[in-house]
């Protein structure tokens, strides 16, 4: 399974967001609720499970969309499945270490 991927380093800050192929680059909408899987956010680089885990467990913040990104995150144990949204079907979860 591969992701795209971006990682922004801000100070002390390390957000991680995480894109499925299957929703990449595309919008979503369901009342007020708008998501976007933007390329120039989510970046253009793929990587693996075993790359994705370790750059998770550094994020400060992570933005998770699609449902092997989202899954992904709940089997580390960053994401409670109770937390998780979905915009047209598409799950989507942040985390926030503090």
Known sequence: MRFHVKVYRVQSEVLVAVCDEAVYGRSYAEGELVLKADKKF?????????ELQGMLMEATIANLIGEDAVAFGVKLGLIDPENVITVQGVPHAQMVRM
């Open 42 to 50: 989510f970046g253009r680089s793929t990587v693996g499970e075993e």
